[in-house]
T-cell receptor
Framework: RKEVEQDPGPFNVPEGATVAFNCTYS??????FFWYRQDCRKEPKLLMS???SGNEDGRFTAQLNRASQYISLLIRDSKLSDSATYLC????????????FGPGTRLSVLP | ETGVTQTPRHLVMGMTNKKSLKCEQH?????MYWYKQSAKKPLELMFV???????ENNSVPSRFSPECPNSSHLFLHLHTLQPEDSALYLC???????????FGPGTRLTVT
């Protein structure tokens, strides 16, 4: 079983749509969680950390369910510039050292 | 310069060559990381340094040799690589272990 799994995608949505990505992780001792976005042939950029209480940053909302070992990312009112691959990242290390990346979910926002 | 920089951006090397990748962070962070990103595969964590000390080595072959002379600089020394080592090598830094990571633009390596 893969350590971090994500929706396989790709997601093709029209501008203005709401889209949700799911991520599951296998290590129940995981400490911290993040969403990154990666544009084609570029480095990953931090989108947001994911907190137990859930957190929101503008059009983006992240949720964490530790009991189900599940993380989600919701994008509202999607823009063309949101087109990218979204990476779920889980920090598994006891001392916060082992970052495990999911395979990513590709999003294309269409005009 | 700001953020995390990496040089060179592109590198082509033969299997018998020795080369080094360089990473520098200008963020005042104390942890630095090397990752490998191959086509169609998730990012793989290779090495972690915290305050210049290596704290993680994810079963990386010895033909990859990291060096961290201080908290701002990280090197990856390469020798006798294989064609399957061709990939994008990304450096990242964070404030503290396990914190939010900031990535450099990567070195795209091709081994011929």
């Amino acid at each position: 079983r893969k350590e971090v799994e994500q929706d396989p995608g790709p997601f093709n949505v029209p501008e203005g749509a709401t889209v949700a990505f799911n991520c599951t992780y296998s290590n129940s001792a995981s400490q911290s969680f993040f969403w990154y976005r990666q544009d084609c042939r570029k480095e990953p950029k931090l989108l947001m950390s994911v907190y137990s209480s859930g957190n929101e940053d503008g059009r983006f909302t992240a949720q964490l369910n530790r009991a189900s070992q599940y993380i989600s990312l919701l994008i509202r009112d999607s823009k063309l510039s949101d087109s990218a691959t979204y990476l779920c990242v889980v920090n598994e290390g006891t001392y916060g050292q082992n970052f495990v990346f999911g395979p990513g979910t590709r999003l294309s926002v269409l005009p | 310069e700001t953020g995390v920089t990496q040089t060179p951006r592109h590198l082509v090397m033969g299997m018998t060559n020795k080369k080094s990748l360089k990473c520098e962070q200008h963020l005042g962070h104390n942890a630095m990381y090397w990752y490998k990103q191959s086509a169609k595969k998730p990012l793989e964590l290779m090495f972690v340094y915290n305050f210049k000390e290596q704290t993680e080595n994810n079963s990386v072959p010895s033909r990859f040799s990291p060096e961290c002379p201080n908290s701002s600089h990280l090197f990856l020394h390469l020798h006798t690589l294989q064609p399957e080592d061709s990939a994008l090598y990304l450096c990242a830094s964070s404030q503290g272990q396990g914190g939010e990571q900031y990535f450099g633009p990567g070195t795209r390596l091709t081994v011929t």
